[in-house]
């Protein structure tokens, strides 16, 4: 379960009107114009970096959910995406767990064990790590059978937002395998996602939320890595 989760969690480095009313447009016509728009706005979209909390809710058989919060980082370079969160809280306590994503290569780091565990093979999941921050409308349909929900006021941290609430279904069977579907609230004028929510199972989800966005704004240069020491444990996976 744990592995999953960190698949589900690389997957989202990549990834609110109110419910649509009869005065609205058609939902296709609605979702047309979403992408239409991320099409335009995904072009001059190159970095971003924003506040994030990231919630594991297991229902059953033990009703759980396990929280962490800290800061995302993501920058896009042609075809190249780089992701990298650092976290300060797990629970309510201290942590310094850091992920990243950098060439195709994911990396945990779990300063608790002084340990490093390389997935090399996440280079195909890259289509999905850009899910919801700078990804245009066009690579969203590549991958996803998407459908417009309707629209929700959200707060981004510094004022309420206007985004769109859509359910993305991988069209590949190996990823609906992870997870079912992905709803995702973004706002189309700067190609972010303010919240996603990944559903596992019938009775597990994973809930991503950012606020306080920093766009196309230079990151830290430590954005994409986290320090180790001599006595740091290497594992690959």
Do not use: C
């Amino acid at each position: 379960m744990q592995l999953r989760f960190k698949y589900v969690f690389m997957a989202a480095f990549a990834l609110a009107f109110f419910p649509a009313s009869a005065a609205l447009a058609a939902p296709q016509d609605d979702l047309k114009s979403v992408l239409d728009r991320l099409n335009v706005t995904a072009e001059n979209f190159h970095s971003a970096s924003a506040e994030v909390e990231y919630d594991s809710v297991e229902t059953d058989p033990v009703p759980d959910t396990d929280v962490q919060k800290g800061v995302f980082y993501f920058e896009r370079k042609n075809d190249a995406v780089n992701a990298g969160v650092h976290f300060d809280m797990h629970n309510g306590k201290p942590s310094g767990k850091a992920y990243t994503y950098v060439g195709g290569t994911f990396k945990l780091f779990e300063p608790g064990v002084n340990q490093v565990t390389t997935h090399s093979g996440a280079g195909k999941y890259q289509s999905y790590v850009i899910l919801g921050f700078g990804a245009s409308g066009k690579e969203l349909e590549a991958k996803w059978d998407i459908k417009y929900l309707g629209a929700e006021m959200l707060s981004d941290g510094k004022g309420m937002v206007k985004t769109a609430e859509l359910e993305l279904v991988a069209k590949d069977p190996a990823v609906r395998k992870t997870f079912s579907k992905v709803t995702i609230w973004v706002d189309p004028e700067r190609a972010v996602s303010l919240k996603q929510v990944f559903t596992l199972s019938a009775t597990s989800t994973w809930v991503g939320k950012y606020s306080n966005f920093r766009i196309n704004q230079p990151l830290p240069g430590d954005a994409f890595s986290f320090k180790t020491d001599r006595k740091t444990v290497y594992q690959t996976q």
